[in-house]
Nanobody
C-alpha cells in the first residue's frame, strides 16, 4: 500500500506565506505526475498545480505567480510554496500522486488533506 501525508497547513494573514509538503511512503517503485488540489466549502475540488516526473509544471490561473510546486524525487515528496495568500485561497489542500508499485501496477493516490485558512 501507499500513503500520502500532507503537512504545513495552518492559519495565516492575507499576504502571508505557507509551504505545504506531501510525502509518499509504502510500496513505491516510481512516481509519475504529482499535484496539489484544493476544495473550499461548497465548491468542487480543483487543480491548483501539477508537476511531472521531469519537473515540468503548470498552474491554475488563480495562483500563477504566487504559488510554486516542486518535488524531491529522492524523498518521494512534493511541495507547494504559497505566497501572497488571499482569503479566497482558504480551502483544504490535497496532494495527489501517480504511483507504480513493486507489482508494476499504476494507481492514483490521495492524501488526507490539510487545512489552509487565510484571514483578511
Amino acid at each position: 500500500q501507499v500513503q500520502l501525508v500532507e503537512s504545513g497547513g495552518g492559519l495565516v494573514q492575507s499576504g502571508g506565506s505557507l509551504r505545504l509538503s506531501c510525502a509518499a511512503s509504502g510500496s513505491i517503485s516510481s512516481i509519475n505526475d504529482m499535484a496539489w488540489y484544493r476544495q473550499a466549502p461548497g465548491n468542487q475540488r480543483e487543480l491548483v498545480a501539477h508537476i511531472t516526473s521531469g519537473g515540468s509544471t503548470d498552474y491554475a490561473d488563480s495562483v500563477k505567480g504566487r504559488f510554486s510546486i516542486s518535488r524531491d524525487n529522492a524523498k518521494n515528496t512534493v511541495y507547494l510554496q504559497m505566497t501572497s495568500l488571499k482569503p479566497e485561497d482558504t480551502a483544504v489542500y490535497f496532494c495527489n500522486a501517480q504511483v507504480r508499485s513493486f507489482t508494476w501496477i499504476w494507481k492514483t493516490y490521495w492524501g488526507q488533506g490539510t487545512q489552509v485558512t487565510v484571514s483578511s
